[in-house]
């Protein structure tokens, strides 16, 4: 399989990860978060840092990262 979330996590920019984890970090991770993330990338022409989408799939269905909270 692909990357874990923790692993792909360690690959971004700390600075971002922090910005857009801040005050939840207590939580796991949101599908927004994470897409909040990947359209920098894009916006940086850092793409290559993006998770695929069966790694996507992969965190959500196992629990890594959430869709959505109640």
Not at 10 to 16: F, G, M, R, S
Not at 63 to 68: C, D, H, K, N, V
């Amino acid at each position: 399989m692909g990357r874990s979330y923790a692993e792909w996590e360690a690959q971004q920019d700390k600075a971002l990860v922090a910005k857009v984890r801040a005050g939840d970090e207590a939580n796991k991770p949101l599908l927004n978060q994470v897409n909040w993330i990947w359209v920098q990338n894009l916006m940086n022409q850092k793409a290559d840092l993006n998770p695929s989408s069966a790694e996507l799939l992969d965190w959500v269905t196992s629990g890594q990262i959430e869709a959505m909270r109640k």
